[in-house]
């Protein structure tokens, strides 16, 4: 979830006065837990319950059944909330979050991920990071504003997918009902960072993500005895393929956000990669995204990225294959078209007996504008609850639901009010877990950009 030339130019607003009592951290801890303990894996067919249940909560602080719409969508559903606005005329302002969450196996992990435990500061279980945890805060937080009779001018409608973590289907399906947005705040996205201290040191709003696409290269020939070896091995061909993908690099690009994002980053890293991250934001040096490129930490800022996952071959010990094929793996730079890195593979692999084909129906999407509007909203709840620290605009290099909506020309934004140390975060792996401490701030964050910008 973590990482101005236009942000710089809002950098002196003033913080917003504090406004009326956010929701309350106890319920909200209440309504985390309670998803947790429901299993919203793939095939597990737990997301309708977990929909049912944001539903009673909101019906319970006051929505009408009119205003909240639970969608099956084979095993899966969305859910879609909404507190109307007093001016008809002006778009809607869209929450997003997931419910469901990726595979945990039990004997991996020290206590079951699927019951939610209170410990040393931090709920554990699958999906408390990941996006429960932003998902029960906006579910608070318009449960809190609707017990309040909060009026908006601009409607506001909470949109949760079932499947963000597989297929998407869910995200397709509200992108296009919902396409008509002023803008989108998703809570799976941007976040803060807390030093070892735990600190907050820097606030991340992600305004763009890079597109996620596979590709599949096959190579096939006659096969035969293994003692008699043919110039046609597939292993070999697919080999020199993977060998050539390997040692090619995309072209360095620079947009909006990277080049805000390295240049507020810079001094903080220092050094030798730090100079380089100033290079690369003022002029697009290409040594210095050379320079980068090593980092993994950064490699994804400054290119397309293409990498081999995954390689079948062979039918047995002591025959020729007839058959071998790779997949390869591309996170692309936001406004890069799909179908151009799969040509430009193709001339790096330069086959032509290889059969390519793209995986899937991979999406396209460019980054958002830095609005002053969201700039503003984000900026001053987060400097509400952590005066002084950097707030930096900042690009994803994986995807998130944002895609779908970005790609409908909906910006969106990841502004995720969950602050974490860097080595607490688990999301997706073992022992997951979100600090405890962090709620109350958390709901008044929601709080604060909600009413910002729906007014």
């Known amino acids: 979830m973590m990482m101005r030339g236009a942000i710089m130019g809002v950098a002196l607003l003033a913080v917003p006065q504090?406004?009326?009592?956010?929701?309350?951290?106890?319920a909200a801890?209440?309504?985390?837990?309670?998803?947790?303990?429901?299993?919203?894996?793939?095939?597990?067919?737990?997301?309708?319950?977990?929909?049912?249940?944001?539903?009673?909560?909101?019906?319970?602080?006051?929505?009408?059944?009119a205003d909240i719409v639970i969608t099956p969508i084979g095993e899966t559903a969305t859910l879609a909330a909404t507190i109307r606005g007093s001016d008809p005329k002006l778009k809607a302002l869209g929450l997003i979050g997931h419910m469901d969450v990726v595979a945990a196996d039990r004997a991996d992990w020290t206590r079951d991920p699927f019951v939610p435990v209170e410990e040393n500061g931090y709920i554990f279980g699958r999906g408390s990071e990941d996006n429960k945890y932003d998902v029960a805060m906006m579910v608070a937080t318009l449960a809190q504003l609707k017990k309040e009779g909060w009026k908006p001018r601009r409607s506001v409608t909470l949109l949760l997918s079932g499947d963000?973590?597989?297929?998407?289907?869910?995200?397709?399906?509200?992108?296009?009902?919902?396409?008509?947005?002023?803008?989108?705040?998703?809570?799976?996205?941007?976040?803060?960072?807390?030093?070892?201290?735990g600190k907050p040191v820097l606030y991340q709003l992600q305004a763009g993500e890079k597109s996620y696409a596979d590709f599949e290269f096959a190579f096939t020939d006659a096969g035969g005895h293994s003692s008699a070896p043919t110039p046609g091995n597939p292993i070999y061909r697919m080999a020199r393929a993977i060998n050539a993908?390997?040692?090619?690099?995309?072209?360095?690009?620079?947009?909006?956000?990277?080049?805000?994002?390295?240049?507020?980053?810079?001094?903080?890293?220092?050094?030798e990669v730090g100079q380089a991250m100033k290079r690369y934001a003022q002029s697009g040096d290409a040594a210095a995204a050379d320079l980068l490129?090593?980092?993994?930490?950064?490699?994804?800022?400054?290119?397309?990225?293409?990498?081999?996952?995954?390689?079948?071959?062979?039918?047995?010990?002591?025959?020729?294959?007839?058959s071998a094929k790779v997949s390869v793996n591309c996170r692309i730079f936001p406004g890069v078209r799909i179908e151009?890195?799969?040509?430009?593979?193709?001339?790096?692999?330069?086959?032509?007996?290889?059969?390519?084909?793209?995986?899937?129906?991979?999406?396209?999407?460019?980054?958002?504008p830095l609005r002053g509007d969201v700039i503003r909203a984000v900026r001053g709840a987060v400097l509400a609850r952590s005066p002084g620290i950097a707030v930096m605009p900042g690009m994803s290099a994986g995807a998130t639901d944002s895609l779908y909506f970005r790609a409908l020309g909906v910006p969106s934004y990841g502004v995720s009010?969950?602050?974490?140390?860097?080595?607490?975060?688990?999301?997706?792996?073992?022992?997951?877990?979100?600090?405890?401490?962090?709620?109350?701030?958390?709901?008044e964050q929601w709080d604060r950009v909600v009413r910002a910008l729906a007014k």
């Open 340 to 368: 151009d890195v799969k040509a430009q593979l193709v001339k790096v692999v330069n086959d032509a007996s290889a059969t390519v084909k793209t995986l899937g129906d991979p999406l396209a999407s460019d980054a958002s």
């Open 164 to 197: 963000e973590e597989t297929d998407m289907v869910t995200t397709k399906a509200l992108s296009q009902q919902y396409k008509d947005l002023e803008l989108l705040l998703n809570g799976d996205g941007g976040g803060g960072l807390l030093n070892d201290e």
């Open 18 to 26: 504090a406004v009326q009592a956010a929701a309350d951290a106890g």
């Open 245 to 271: 993908i390997a040692a090619y690099k995309f072209p360095p690009m620079r947009n909006e956000l990277t080049k805000a994002s390295l240049a507020l980053s810079a001094d903080r890293i220092g050094g």
């Open 293 to 322: 490129s090593t980092r993994p930490e950064f490699i994804g800022q400054v290119r397309t990225t293409c990498v081999a996952t995954m390689a079948q071959a062979g039918h047995a010990l002591n025959a020729l294959p007839q």
């Open 417 to 443: 009010s969950l602050f974490m140390k860097a080595e607490d975060g688990f999301a997706h792996g073992l022992n997951e877990r979100v600090p405890v401490a962090g709620i109350p701030e958390s709901l």
């Open 29 to 65: 801890k209440d309504i985390l837990m309670r998803s947790v303990a429901i299993k919203t894996v793939q095939g597990e067919g737990q997301v309708p319950k977990l929909a049912a249940y944001y539903a009673g909560v909101l019906k319970k602080a006051g929505f009408a059944d």
